[in-house]
């Protein structure tokens, strides 16, 4: 019984965890300080997962946590790092959205998941309808963290934080299958992403893609 | 028996995704194209058996009933007349140099996988497996969309894979939520995936949960059927990507994604206590009917102009889905099989149309039946098919979903009625200046095939005059799975 709430504290504070570094996402509005956040965001999926995997017995979930880690903790970052670096965008500073609203607005969405899914999952065990609420928050921080934003790559990393959401979600729901499947799936995808933001040097969302910027200035820093 | 169709199943499957593997290492135009043509063939025949033989018994993977029959083989038939219309397309893109050789294998093996990610779809009996499905074809279409690396091409294709993620996203929450459902019933693990077992418990899952997960996979589908606020990523990718691209992405693509909305449908109607998912979806669908009947005047662009006819028909048919009932079921599913020949008829036209004008814009269009007659006389034929007037068969089905919904809910139809004739108005508007008076722009020679094209035109037409009594009977049912 000791064990047992334990191992809820330790489930609840990472996924709370996760939630709070999503905040912390919403009010970055430098491009490399985002992306140190985002790789924090990883570390502490990656540890929820590996939680989930070891109290679940799933060793399954270990993959999943594997992938958060070296994938999206380490990998992305470093490579989105090098992608701003040579876009010359590391200086841009954001402000499509002030702060103070974005935040606001924040607190509204995870008041509104908490609310809502604490309210359907009446009946479910406890960590399950806990968790989901807080992965719900997450992924709707994700949400805000893609409209607010106008640059192609915090708009990805808003992408990752909501799928980072998803996965919370898959893996406290005991006992689901494919959750590796879709983890790698989304892996790939994400990969695609990155690698087209490379190739086509988009910068700003729907409305600046430079495609002459890669035969014309190879190389050179715009 | 069962086993032979168990095989077709398979061959289904692993014929496109085998035929993706050559196409992406096998050189020349020729050959690659011809190969496209003869595996899209081979794997519209295997679908075809699937009508004759024994169906399997559903695995937990794999299912196949009256509902994804029809499905698979509209898929299958439009994926094999769309590669034909291909090999002519692409070799004139490929002598305007518009795509390199080594493009041309990539666009071949990428065809073949969108097609496996739509057939697996339909075919998969588990709702996490039709998630992945659903993604892998949205996935190869992105990437068809911005071949053309256009500045254009490139951020439809941006937009595209942006919101199509979060839609995918949001459908897998959706996923999520009903296994959460599930699981108190079924049990942890596969079974509570299972599409089949779902179904059969599904009466007694948590009605709460069940509602919320309908609400994130409409969210999460509908973005993908191109349901109007979440449509905003289908008239670019339509219009920038290579045409027989729009013409799989209107004729196929928007099927799948409803396709996973109906059986998701079908779940929620089997609990008494969740919310009736009928009038979401119908709001949802008049919405898009009326919204994009306005949109449809302003259009200059001519793959824009029936993006957003698509729009406006897959409106129609989730609406004649929300409303329910046996006959608007009927009408629905076959407004949803005529809309899928008829556009990907147009898209063929509208393809060697702007080949030979060199442009999109509508304004530079004109005469075209009397400069290319053959090509001219198929859009005429296709835009009065796809506005709903008779003798064609989306006038029929129009005219069911209409009289079902008069019966019904009159100030509904009323609506719709409107929409419709807006959209009917915008459409011949358009096409009398494409179509008739002084040719204008190239006047080259159309190097075209177009028999894919009058198939599709003969099949509505005939569907129109006459619908053979067991296709009628095939459908009836099909319609009463769909409750």
Do not use: C
């Amino acid at each position: 019984m000791q064990m047992h709430s334990l191992s809820f504290d330790i489930s609840h504070t990472l996924a709370g965890g996760l939630v709070l570094i999503s905040f912390l996402m919403l009010y970055q509005d430098r491009l490399y300080s985002l992306l140190n956040v985002f790789a924090l965001h990883a570390l502490v999926l990656s540890l929820a997962v590996a939680w989930q995997a070891l109290v679940q017995d799933a060793p399954h979930l270990y993959v999943t946590a594997a992938i958060a880690l070296g994938f999206k903790a380490i990998v992305i970052p470093v490579a989105l790092h090098r992608i701003i670096r040579q876009l010359g965008i590391h200086r841009d500073i954001e402000a499509a959205v002030g702060i103070g609203p974005t935040m606001l607005a924040g607190m509204g969405l995870v008041a509104l998941s908490l609310v809502l899914m604490l309210r359907v999952t009446a009946e479910a065990d406890p960590l399950a309808r806990e968790d989901l609420a807080f992965a719900l928050s997450v992924v709707l921080l994700g949400l805000l963290v893609m409209v607010t934003r106008r640059n192609a790559v915090s708009q990805v990393v808003g992408f990752m934080a909501l799928e980072n959401g998803l996965v919370l979600a898959a893996t406290g729901a005991k006992g689901m299958p494919l959750v590796v499947e879709i983890s790698v799936a989304f892996s790939i995808l994400i990969a695609f992403i990155v690698i087209g933001i490379f190739l086509f040097r988009i910068r700003e969302r729907f409305d600046s893609v430079d495609v002459s910027a890669l035969d014309d200035f190879r190389g050179e820093r715009r | 028996m069962s086993q032979l169709a168990f095989d077709a199943v398979g061959a289904v499957l692993l014929v496109p995704l085998a035929t993706a593997a050559l196409l992406a290492i096998l050189p020349g135009y020729r050959l690659t194209a011809r190969l496209n043509v003869i595996a899209s063939l081979a794997t519209f025949l295997a679908a075809l058996s699937l009508l004759v033989t024994e169906r399997p018994q559903p695995s937990p993977y794999v299912l196949v009933d009256d509902l994804n029959v029809v499905f698979i083989v509209l898929n299958t038939f439009i994926g094999f007349t769309t590669s034909i219309f291909s090999a002519s397309y692409i070799a004139h893109e490929l002598q305007s140099g518009q795509l390199t050789p080594a493009y041309l294998r990539f666009y071949h093996a990428m065809y073949q996988i969108m097609l496996f990610g739509m057939n697996l779809a339909f075919v998969s009996n588990n709702i996490g497996l039709i998630w992945v499905a659903v993604e892998i074809a949205t996935l190869s279409t992105v990437l068809m969309v911005g071949i053309y690396r256009t500045h254009a091409a490139l951020e439809a294709a941006w937009k595209y894979f942006i919101l199509g993620s979060v839609g995918i996203a949001l459908a897998l929450f959706g996923t999520i939520l009903v296994y959460m459902a599930a699981r108190p019933v079924l049990g942890e693990g596969q079974d509570a995936m299972v599409w089949t077992l779902l179904i059969q418990r599904a009466s007694g899952f948590d009605p709460a949960l069940l509602n919320v997960a309908f609400i994130f996979l409409v969210l999460g589908y509908g973005t993908k059927v191109g349901l109007a606020p979440l449509h905003a990523w289908l008239p670019d990718a339509h219009a920038e990507g290579p045409t027989p691209i729009s013409a799989v992405l209107s004729g196929l693509l928007l099927n799948v994604a409803l396709y996973a909305l109906l059986r998701f449908k079908i779940l929620l109607a089997a609990n008494p206590a969740a919310i009736a998912p009928g009038p979401l979806l119908s709001t949802m669908g008049l919405v898009s009917v009326v919204f994009a009947a306005f949109m449809l005047y302003r259009r200059q662009d001519i793959k824009r102009l029936f993006a957003y006819s698509s729009i406006e028909h897959m409106g129609i048919i989730v609406f004649a889905f929300g409303m329910g009932g046996p006959l608007a079921n009927f009408a629905g599913l076959l407004h949803m099989v005529m809309h899928s020949l008829t556009k990907s008829a147009i898209f063929y036209a509208v393809g060697h149309i702007t080949q030979i004008k060199g442009t999109q814009r509508i304004s530079r269009i004109r005469g075209l039946t009397a400069s290319h007659p053959a090509l001219g006389w198929g859009l005429v034929i296709g835009v009065v098919a796809i506005a709903g007037l008779p003798p064609l068969g989306i006038f029929m089905s129009e005219f069911l979903v209409l009289s079902s919904t008069f019966v019904r809910q009159p100030l509904l139809a009323i609506v719709l009625a409107l929409g419709i004739l807006l959209a009917l108005a915008a459409l011949l508007l358009r096409l009398t200046t494409i179509a008739f008076g002084a040719p204008r722009g190239s006047m080259k020679p159309a190097e075209a095939s177009d028999v894919p094209m009058f198939t599709h035109l003969a099949l509505v037409l005939i569907a129109g005059v006459y619908l053979p009594a067991p296709f009628v009977v095939w459908f009836q049912h099909v319609a009463q799975l769909l409750g």
